[in-house]
C-alpha cells in the first residue's frame, strides 16, 4: 500500500523489501533492478508524511524429521 493506494506485485514478492520511486504521475515499484509495475496514483494530493514499518526478520523452517526404514 503506497499512500493509502494498494498496489498489486504479485504473491512471489510477498514479505520482500522493495523500493518505490515516485515520479510526477506514477509510482515504480522496483525489485532490485527490476521494474514490477507503475501505477498512476488515485488522487493528485501531495504525500505528506511518510510511515515505514521495520522489515519482520527471516522464518525458519522447522525441522524435517528423518524417516528410518
Not at 15 to 37: K, M, P, S, Y
Not at 39 to 60: D, G, M, N, S
Request: net charge neutral; charged share 15%.
Amino acid at each position: 500500500m503506497i499512500a493509502g493506494q494498494p498496489i498489486h506485485v504479485g504473491i512471489a514478492h510477498a514479505g520482500a523489501t522493495l523500493i518505490v520511486e515516485t515520479a510526477d504521475t506514477t509510482f515504480r515499484v522496483h525489485d532490485g533492478d527490476q521494474l514490477l509495475t507503475e501505477v498512476p496514483p488515485h488522487h493528485l494530493q501531495a504525500i505528506a508524511r511518510f510511515k515505514v514499518r521495520t522489515p519482520e526478520p527471516p522464518r525458519q523452517m522447522p525441522p524435517q524429521s528423518k524417516v528410518m526404514a
